[in-house]
């Protein structure tokens, strides 16, 4: 016993000095779901820690602006390495701009803060209409009533809110209904608009709404945020989910974004408890509503002006900067260059940055790699060159300036930005076995010059003398260190083993159970037996909904997902009501359950 725990100290010591010492440091990032809302929207921050498994507690910023009603938190631990995430619900007190400040956090011996974040609150009409007299109750002499006006955004919102807005007070005589809009219907290729799709809402509905996202033409889609927020339309209160698109055109012409839907079960009975409104679905239809389709007209970028460092680019606001792993060298050394491009929209499209020929420098061709970071709503890319240079020749030689352009829309006018330059000292070469004499000629001149040959050729002898076995082997010291670690890597299995071997029993007795299981409860309980080993998801007492989501995060497949949802309540619907369900018996019942479990298996992961 003593051995193990020493084992395991001695395994765990060195991770828990390095957490403790804090060697690599912690990252903190703050975010919100929307930089825009009106008064009625709720806004989160999420702030995430990365670095340390310890109880931490970030310190919020003064917030006048705000009141924070709700709070929570999640950890994550994967490989030793902890991710801790914070999230604050909080309601506008008045509207106009904000910021909010730095949230800080002290640990160790720093103090880490994140980036302010502006917001802007708008104000809304939020006053009740009152309701037209129906023709019941009307006078004979009453002059007939116009329709009441259409609630308008206030004007100076941005103009996808403001789109979506107007949208949805077009359509507030629904209690279901879907609208979509884009910031900007005629983009040039490679610039970035955003698509907002909103689901409105005023009575609830079941738990399980399969959405569908928009289809594309002609158009990159990549997701940003999603969010929910508050409107009222006619007196009425509704709720909505959005969803926001990053989108950029191809080709020059014509783009369309496709409609969106739900799908969605309406619960008739607002008394119903949660548990009633679950299984309400019986006799039911299932009804669906779609979003307008949302054309755009994709322009091509003038050829007028257009530099040749031009690679795609459009946008405003980049940024660009060079450097190299290492500034003195020996010729014939590898010196790697790595050039970053970091702004708005997406990079991806982008073509590769192209290299000229550099006096003192063989140059190999460029890799880059591209990707994209949701942030506060929008969308932020990079893109990352990579070449290596080596140099031929000792002396001072220097990496140019390296121009690459973008073009401005709102300026209509291309923009350039270049790196700063960087000089390399390269040293006479001191490797005698290449062939070559890299420090016999101080500069490469004007003309071709024989540095050496390329090719030596090697005399072996006939028989050359060969060493014994066990000599060989007592050379081969790597053996010592790889029987070291299969020691240790034993010495871990053995000590988890026994977890595991309770883990199969215990499935075996859940696989078991339902083979003879006599009555629904009997696969209800086979079910969550399984649920809990494989996935750690405990069923007990959860709604539907949130059984399904602890599915999805920790690894179980969304189609798997859906049928362990339909299992589960026809399941229930027998257990509590004890009728035959389109000739689905507990037989039947068991049968489904195993091949779930058995699916789980080959697509789900322990």
């Not at 340390?52 to 009603?69: C, E, R």
């Not at 290492?326 to 590898?334: D, I, K, L, P």
């Not at 050039?339 to 192209?354: A, E, F």
């Not at 309540?569 to 489904?592: C, I, K, M, N």
Request: aromatic residues 8%; hydrophobic residues 40%.
């Amino acid at each position: 016993m003593w051995k193990r725990i020493l084992l395991i100290l001695c395994l765990l010591c060195p991770m828990a000095l390095h957490a403790a010492l804090d060697l690599n440091g912690i990252t903190m990032t703050a975010s919100v779901n929307k930089t825009t809302l009106t008064m009625e929207d709720e806004l989160i921050l999420t702030v995430t820690v990365d670095g340390t498994a310890s109880n931490i507690s970030p310190q919020l910023p003064s917030m006048p602006a705000f009141n924070v009603y709700a709070r929570s938190s999640s950890k994550q631990i994967n490989n030793f390495h902890a991710v801790t995430t914070f999230e604050y619900v909080m309601l506008p007190r008045f509207p106009g701009k904000t910021t909010i400040g730095p949230v800080t956090l002290s640990y160790g011996n720093k103090i880490y803060k994140t980036d302010p974040i502006d917001i802007t609150v708008f104000r809304t009409n939020t006053a009740a209409k009152q309701p037209a007299r129906s023709a019941k109750n009307a006078t004979p002499s009453a002059s007939p009533k116009t329709a009441a006006p259409i609630e308008q955004a206030p004007a100076d919102m941005p103009p996808l809110e403001r789109d979506l807005y107007n949208a949805a007070a077009r359509n507030g005589d629904k209690d279901f209904f879907m609208v979509a809009a884009v910031d900007n219907n005629s983009p040039y290729v490679n610039q970035t608009a955003t698509l907002g799709v909103r689901f409105y809402y005023t009575r609830p509905f079941l738990d399980n709404a399969p959405y569908t996202p928009p289809s594309i033409s002609n158009l990159f889609m990549e997701e940003i945020s999603t969010s929910e927020g508050r409107q009222t339309i006619g007196g009425k209160a509704y709720l909505y989910m959005e969803k926001r698109y990053a989108v950029s055109g191809v080709t020059p012409g014509k783009a369309q974004a496709g409609a969106a839907s739900v799908r969605y079960i309406p619960a008739t009975n607002l008394r119903l408890s949660m548990f009633d409104r679950m299984f309400a679905a019986v006799g039911q239809e299932e009804e669906t509503v779609s979003s307008n389709v949302v054309p755009l007209t994709i322009r091509a970028v003038p050829e007028a002006g257009k530099p040749k460092s031009f690679y795609g680019a459009v946008g405003k606001g980049y940024t660009i900067s060079a450097s190299a792993d290492r500034t003195s060298v020996e010729a014939g050394e590898a010196v790697n260059l790595t050039v970053n491009v970091n702004g708005p929209g997406n990079l991806k499209p982008t073509s590769d940055l192209k290299l000229s020929n550099m006096t003192g420098f063989k140059v190999y061709d460029v890799v880059s790699n591209s990707g994209t970071v949701p942030a506060n709503g929008a969308l932020k890319s990079y893109k990352i060159f990579k070449t290596v240079l080596v140099p031929v020749s000792s002396g001072t030689y220097t990496i140019p300036a390296l121009d690459w352009s973008y073009f401005d829309p709102q300026a209509g006018a291309y923009r350039t930005i270049r790196t700063k330059p960087i000089s390399i000292e390269v040293s006479p070469s001191t490797k005698a076995d290449t062939g070559f004499d890299f420090g016999a000629h101080s500069d490469l001149g004007g003309g071709f010059r024989q540095l050496g040959q390329d090719i030596r050729y090697l005399k072996a002898d006939i028989a050359p003398e060969q060493d014994s076995l066990l000599s060989t082997l007592a050379r081969w010291n790597f053996l010592t260190y790889i029987f070291v670690a299969l020691l240790a890597v034993c010495a871990v299995f053995a000590l988890l083993d026994k977890k595991t071997l309770a883990g199969k029993r215990a499935l075996a007795k859940a696989r078991a159970q339902l083979k003879n299981a006599e009555s629904e409860e009997a696969v209800a309980d086979a079910l969550s037996v399984y649920l809990a080993i494989r996935y750690g998801v405990h069923t007990a007492s959860l709604p539907l909904r949130n059984i399904s989501a602890a599915l999805k995060k920790r690894g179980c497949p969304e189609p798997l997902v859906k049928r362990f949802e339909t299992l589960w309540q026809r399941v229930d619907a027998a257990r509590f009501a004890p009728v035959d369900l389109q000739g689905e018996g507990t037989a039947e019942l068991s049968r489904q359950a195993a091949e779930l479990m058995k699916d789980m298996d080959k697509g789900g992961r322990l």
